[in-house]
């Protein structure tokens, strides 16, 4: 089979990014971020003294995203830590409702996707980018747990905030991904539903693991 997809889909810290990069590797895809794409451009555009209500469209022509031995660069610039921050986050959701954006990131992405096999992983990607996707995940956890998770990971990057910091972002990462009016986070009416909470990173790589093959299966045998 030369086209499969697995779209992976969740709020911030229910693991997708964990998951998705572990899946594709053990199935032996490739792994799309998509998240970091909209945190690239956020920043770059942020850069340019640009606003989410400015009229974008002529800028985004202009950007050329790809990635090179894992890492992710825009026209030329690697940016793979500076997306990381907290300040990248927030201004990928506040850049993300611009109807612009989306739609040259929906096109980007699904370039990349039209051939070959890959583990996207996004907000939207099982609704918007990648309807026809063989494989929709949607992970989910308890606010606590993403909480916590997302301390660690920042953690260990030497990034230093507090719980209740890290939970006012993800409260308010949560309120704009949800509620935006322009491809709002949810799962898509087809899509595995996987609450994280509880379970460790190689439980939930296997479930999903064992969904994609049985589905290869069922694809390759024409049921």
Aim: proline fraction near 3%.
């Amino acid at each position: 089979m030369r086209h499969f997809l697995i779209a992976i889909d969740g709020p911030a810290g229910s693991g997708k990014s964990t998951v998705a990069k572990l899946v594709a590797e053990r199935l032996g895809m490739n792994y799309l971020d998509t998240g970091a794409m909209y945190r690239a451009v956020a920043l770059y555009l942020h850069s340019k003294n640009l606003s989410p209500s400015d009229d974008l469209s002529n800028e985004l022509d202009h950007i050329d995203l790809c990635y090179k031995d894992g890492e992710l660069y825009i026209n030329g610039a690697r940016v793979s830590e500076q997306i990381r921050s907290a300040q990248a986050g927030k201004l990928a959701s506040d850049f993300a409702v611009n109807p612009a954006v989306r739609s040259r990131l929906t096109q980007l992405q699904r370039d990349i996707c039209k051939d070959g096999k890959f583990v996207v992983e996004g907000r939207d990607i099982g609704t918007v980018v990648l309807p026809n996707a063989q494989v929709k995940i949607f992970l989910t956890a308890s606010f606590d747990e993403r909480v916590r998770r997302r301390l660690k990971e920042l953690q260990e990057k030497g990034i230093h905030l507090t719980f209740e910091e890290i939970a006012n972002q993800i409260r308010l990462r949560d309120e704009q991904d949800s509620k935006r009016s322009l491809a709002p986070m949810k799962p898509a009416e087809d899509a595995l539903v996987i609450d994280t909470t509880g379970k460790n990173i190689d439980q939930v790589v296997e479930e999903i693991c064992q969904i994609a093959l049985r589905r290869m299966d069922c694809e390759n045998n024409r049921c």
